[in-house]
């Protein structure tokens, strides 16, 4: 395991074992404190030169506002870096969901995402896509 950033906020670190980034929330994030950690996260992908991202808010929220940017400004920028599959790791109590899948446009075949209740089911999901 390779750490890359770590913040109050987040945990940033390059994952052996999946072939991934992964990013874990520790808590509510807001404009800056979400969105550094995010773009840090794009950084690690493009020099692992990664096809794979984990992303575990399980146990954090989106807020409306920053589920704006992520959907305007931060994936495309995430689809840029050559990022091919994401699992986002979300709980049953989350406000915001963001859909990524509407955020791309349903046509779009450039990014393989799925959401999911638990870590285990991610990291299985990730797991079974060679990179």
Known sequence: MMHFYFSDK?????????????IRWNSLA????????LNKLIEL???KKARKVL??????IVLTEDANWLSVEWLPKLLNAGIQYTATVSSENTITK??????????????????FEDIH??????SGISA
């Not at 963001?98 to 959401?115: C, F, P, W």
């Open 10 to 22: 987040a945990h940033i670190f390059w994952d052996d074992v999946i072939e991934a980034a992964v």
């Open 30 to 37: 807001q404009e800056d404190e979400f969105r550094v950690p």
């Open 45 to 47: 992908a493009v020099i």
């Open 55 to 60: 992303i575990d808010k399980s146990h954090s």
């Open 98 to 115: 963001v859909d990524m899948r509407q955020a791309i446009g349903k046509n779009t075949t450039e990014l393989s995402y799925h959401d």
């Open 121 to 126: 089911n991610a990291v299985g999901w990730l």
